[in-house]
């Protein structure tokens, strides 16, 4: 009997579920989309039982849709967005909206941290910037703003670990690359930093358990199998966080390769065989899925949703172009950016709609269109929103560089992938060819090499990565467009730092609340 692999990808807007065979060829695929909610400026949360029902769905539509009788599948594992807190009760009950990563709540308890450790000494020990994203500045949020929610706390679980427990795993496991973003992690020895837990006084019993990926942890349940379509006793395996997923399904096993991700954010990761740390303090270190190795990692607070925001907020003539011609938004929008030359005439977008991340970490930093004249349409503006997005993830890429890190070729990921112009705006702004893969969902693909590795379809994760993951097209950078984007870019750099610097980020912010 065939087997065939089942991955998920629960995302921040939506969750996508895929059955591959055992040559990494898709048979099916399913995706459901969920709303964030937005109580106050920078604020960011979910409700996580609505991601369970709508990822669950997508199951049961891409088992459904794949021909595949469900006794077929062989495993399951999954990548899921990481650095989100949940609070449970102690009947494992949400106690309050799940707080995403995309959540700027908490610059006064990373001041706080500051006080307590050195910033230095803090990354040596975790490989992370101290920072507003990681779950330990929420933690001591909910403890201070919160504190009978806090006292109700049994557990503060990531959503990787909160679905493996609804798919019937019996206990909360974390894979290491997840439980990093605890921000109580030590990355080099894959275990709780106990001078970490004592220092910020959070009980080990209420965190999860760390546990490798692609370790076989479950099986389906009857009440889970009824709602997904799997059938009961699924071998389900640990999986992994997304960006660490995705650097499995694009191949990122060996140095000199990296990731680079557009998703609703952005992230680029790059292999390594030691728990380097980067000289300044600036890219975090975390769990490769394969045991023994790590990735250096930059992350963008937003990249792909900021373009979907261009669409809702300005594209409005063409969705209703796209539906009369019963063709798709970017598609139609594509054909459009490919006749604005390089540079968008002279406009720079600065995608901090969420706040600055990798490199520099200010989550007051804000969006920015500059340079507009009356010569500029809606056109222009589109494709420097893919300019200016993968300006920031340059901005990462450099970072990396500066750190001594290798960086030869890139293998690109994510929705963005299906535009050919976007694509070779990648190449022209990083100056490194960059190919794009057959599964463009390397998350979900990634997930389902780590579930085949717990089933013991392959014998490890490299092994299923080398067999599963193909490239798809190559982009050369184009020589003329390099000294564009080259100029582009510096003028980003010392806009930025302008406005940091003179404190315009943190004036609009005073104003927004």
């Known amino acids: 009997m065939a087997i065939y692999l089942a991955g998920i990808d629960i995302g921040t807007t939506g969750a996508k579920a895929m059955v591959f065979d055992q040559d990494g060829q898709p048979q099916s695929s399913a995706y459901q989309e969920y709303p964030c909610s937005y109580p106050k400026p920078g604020w960011v949360e979910q409700d996580p039982d609505f991601l369970v029902t709508a990822t669950m769905k997508a199951i049961r539509q891409a088992v459904n849709a794949s021909g595949v009788r469900p006794q077929e599948i062989g495993s399951i594992s999954l990548s899921a967005q990481r650095c989100c807190g949940i609070f449970l009760d102690d009947s494992e009950a949400p106690l309050r909206p799940m ?14 941290i500051a006080s307590l450790i050195d910033e230095a000494v803090y990354y040596k020990k975790t490989g992370f910037p101290n920072s507003t994203t990681w779950l330990i500045s929420k933690l001591l949020w ?161 990249a792909a949703g900021v373009y979907r925001w261009y669409r809702d907020e300005f594209g409005a003539a063409e969705v209703i172009e796209a539906q009369q011609k019963n063709s798709d938004f970017y598609e139609l929008m594509n054909a459009k950016v490919a006749e604005i030359p390089p540079g968008s005439n002279g406009l720079l977008v600065m995608p901090y709609f969420a706040g600055a991340a ?101 014998s490890s994760i490299k092994e299923g990565a080398k067999k599963l993951v193909r490239l798809n097209d190559r982009y050369e950078p184009n020589a003329g467009n390099i000294g564009i984007y080259d100029g582009l870019y510096d003028i980003y750099c010392r806009t930025f730092e302008g406005l940091e610097s003179n404190g315009i980020f943190s004036s609009l912010v005073s104003i927004q609340k």
């Open 99 to 112: 707080i995403s990563w995309q959540d700027n709540r908490t610059p006064a308890e990373v001041q706080e």
């Open 142 to 302: 909910v403890r201070k703003n919160e504190p009978d929610i806090w006292k109700k706390t049994h557990r503060v679980v990531q959503m990787h670990d909160y679905f493996l427990r609804a798919l019937g795993v019996e206990e909360y496991f974390v894979d290491h690359n997840d439980a990093g973003f605890f921000g109580l992690f030590d990355v080099d020895n894959g275990l709780w930093d106990a001078e970490l837990l004592d220092l910020f006084e959070i009980p080990e019993k209420i965190l999860p358990i760390p546990e490798k990926s692609g370790t076989l942890v479950g099986k389906i349940s009857r009440s889970a199998a009824q709602k997904c379509g799997l059938a009961p006793d699924t071998p389900v395996s640990v999986g992994a966080g997304d960006q660490s997923a995705g650097a499995v399904g694009s191949g990122i096993v060996e140095k000199g390769l990296v990731s680079i991700s557009l998703g609703t954010a952005g992230a680029v990761t790059a292999y390594l065989d030691s728990p380097f740390r980067d000289p300044a303090g600036k890219t975090m270190v975390t769990s490769h899925p394969i045991d023994g190795s790590w990735l250096l990692e930059g992350y963008q607070a937003a």
């Open 358 to 458: 990798t490199p520099r970490y200010n989550p007051a930093a804000r969006g920015l269109v500059l340079g507009l004249t009356f010569a500029h349409d809606r056109f222009c503006l589109a494709r420097a929103f893919m300019e200016g997005i993968s300006l920031d993830m340059r901005d990462m890429l450099n970072s990396m560089k500066n750190s001594g890190v290798d960086v030869k070729e890139a293998r690109i990921l994510g929705g963005p992938t299906k535009s050919t112009v976007w694509n070779q705006i990648q190449a022209d702004v990083y100056g490194i060819p960059v190919s794009s893969l057959k599964v463009a969902d390397a998350t979900v693909l990634g997930a389902a090499v780590l579930g085949g590795v717990g089933a013991g379809v392959y």
